[in-house]
């Protein structure tokens, strides 16, 4: 099966000339290429592998620097890999049109571009016969959210958003025992930061393009409403923020950029008795360089207990000359090779969110023997039903529409100084 990764950036390549050099940035190698040259060298699932950016004059410099995190780093590890568009192209927002076409149906499309470009991408692949794997947020909008789901149940591909949080075995067994020991919810709080410098990287689209609350407040919006499935829904959201920062020449993002957002969202508990419960999720990307790259962390207070999770102290400290102090996370990515120079985080949350969506796309495939191209509807339905299996595990768009709407929710709440309620919730 072919993948398509569409962007080139930090997630897809680690490839970001904008970041300074000194960061403590945890994805220099890049994570969703490390993945599937993996599965490649290991002739699992992953045949042809493209990927696509917006524009042809950075594509010896990312070639040159995926040989160099891990071609170079790896034994084994073949980079090579078609990119769109052509080398010395000019800036082309629409390369991944002729990429996508280069593909087969059935194929896969990995989607790690800024937030407001991900329905257009994603529609266009799937109208194509790919399934699609998106960066959270999956899209800004509810309305965009279900034209999504309806276009993936008519061409039976299989969509969904890459919340790795889901695979974390920590924030897995969290979820089981809020579900299973701790009682109804009565008060939700999530944090979560990015460093200053990161801006840097980001200050063409933030603030503009979209905000904080959608690039970090939705993982822990995804885990609280997974959580929360079939037991709770939400009812209304009011959300403040604060500015200034960001926008300051030291960092450069348009004015009136957020610095941080939090949502005060109203929940009620869909079991005999109702009750009412408050979740709060706040996210900021004006954080002070630290001892990890991004804070993340959680409390859940329910009827019969609590849990408090924080993912970036798991005990695990070092420190060396480059870097100083700091607090590692190898439950994420292991990116040191083991003593034949392999590569062996396959067992990590961040490689295993990706590696089981292209292995979930792979088993879809499996489930009829028609032609991806022309299927008829009982090869539709077929498809349907093997994706159904998944929404338990994978956050499929089928089953995170409510992320979506707590999400499109804060951002009308902030524009408009007002509560915003969710009735059909």
């Known amino acids: 099966m072919g993948v398509l990764m569409v962007g080139t950036g930090e997630y897809t390549t680690g490839y970001m000339p904008n970041v300074r050099a000194d960061s ?18 290991r002739g699992h699932v992953v045949g042809r592998l493209a990927m696509v950016g917006t524009s042809g004059t950075k594509n010896a410099a990312i070639r040159a620097h995926m040989k160099e995190q891990l071609a170079d780093r790896y034994c084994g590890m073949d980079t090579t890999v078609d990119i769109y568009p052509p080398d010395g192209s000019p800036r082309n927002p629409e390369a991944y049109k002729d990429a996508i076409k280069s593909m087969n149906p059935g194929d896969t499309a990995i989607i790690f571009t800024p937030d407001d470009t991900h329905f257009t991408i994603a529609m266009a692949a799937i109208e194509h016969g790919m399934h699609v794997l998106l960066a959270k947020p999956a899209v800004k909008t509810r309305d965009e959210h279900r034209r999504l789901v309806e276009a993936a149940a008519r061409a039976g591909v299989l969509v969904a958003i890459e919340f790795h949080k889901r695979f974390d075995p920590i924030y897995a067994d969290a979820r089981h025992r809020i579900r299973e020991a701790l009682g109804p919810m009565a008060w939700f709080n999530s944090y ?12 063409d689209w933030a603030g503009t393009q979209s905000d904080i609350s959608y690039y970090l407040n939705s993982h822990h919006i995804d885990f609280h409403c997974w959580a929360m499935q079939g037991r709770a829904r939400p009812l209304s959201v009011v959300a403040m923020a604060g500015a200034g920062i960001a926008e ?7 004015p009136g950029t ?30 002070a360089a630290g001892e990890v790259h991004s804070q993340q962390r959680f409390h859940y207070m329910g009827a019969g207990g609590e849990v408090h999770v924080d993912q970036a102290h798991r005990g695990f400290t070092m420190t060396d000359a480059a870097l100083g102090f700091r607090h590692v996370n190898p439950l994420y990515l292991r990116t040191t090779p083991n003593e034949h120079g392999e590569y062996v985080g396959q067992h990590t949350y961040g490689h295993m969110s990706i590696e089981k969506f292209v292995e979930a796309a792979h088993s879809v495939n499996a489930s009829h023997d028609g032609p991806h191209g022309s299927m008829r509807a009982e090869h539709v339905a077929a498809r349907c039903a093997a994706i159904q299996r998944y929404d338990g595990t994978l956050a499929t768009v089928a089953a995170t529409e409510v992320v979506t709407a707590i999400l499109e929710a804060g951002r009308r709440s902030l524009d408009n100084g007002s509560c915003v309620v969710m009735l059909d919730q």
């Not at 610095?259 to 900021?284: C, F, G, K, M």
Request: net charge positive; with cysteine; hydrophobic share 40%.
């Open 248 to 254: 300051t020449p030291e960092i450069g993002c348009a």
């Open 24 to 41: 403590k940035s945890d994805k220099k190698m890049g994570v969703v290429g490390l993945v599937l040259f993996d599965m490649r060298r």
């Open 258 to 287: 957020e610095d941080t957002i939090s949502l005060l969202v109203q929940w009620e508990t869909l079991t005999a008795p109702r009750h009412r419960a408050i979740a709060n999720y706040t996210a900021s990307w004006v954080a």
């Open 192 to 203: 979560m930061s990015q460093p200053q410098y990161q801006l840097h990287a980001f200050r």
